[in-house]
């Protein structure tokens, strides 16, 4: 209950998938996106300790267009 009210408190959603034939195609792509954002930083670096950066790679998510929503997530 703890993670709930944190969670409300935030003003976070939290969406549970319990049909194994329904995807979480929202939280796929970010993963996805969120990856490929990684290992463009492990090449670009020759390395592959992301934790100090990992805050970083966030925002450039949060702080870029995204179409679907013809906006930034940030703004």
Known sequence: MFFMNFLTSVD?????CYNED???SIIERFHRTLKSKMFKFFTAFNTRRYIDVLQEI???YNNS???SIKMAPNE
Not at 12 to 16: A, G, K, L, S
């Open 65 to 67: 267009y995204h179409s």
């Open 22 to 24: 329904f995807k979480c």
């Open 12 to 16: 976070v959603e939290h969406i549970i």
């Open 58 to 60: 966030v925002q450039s």
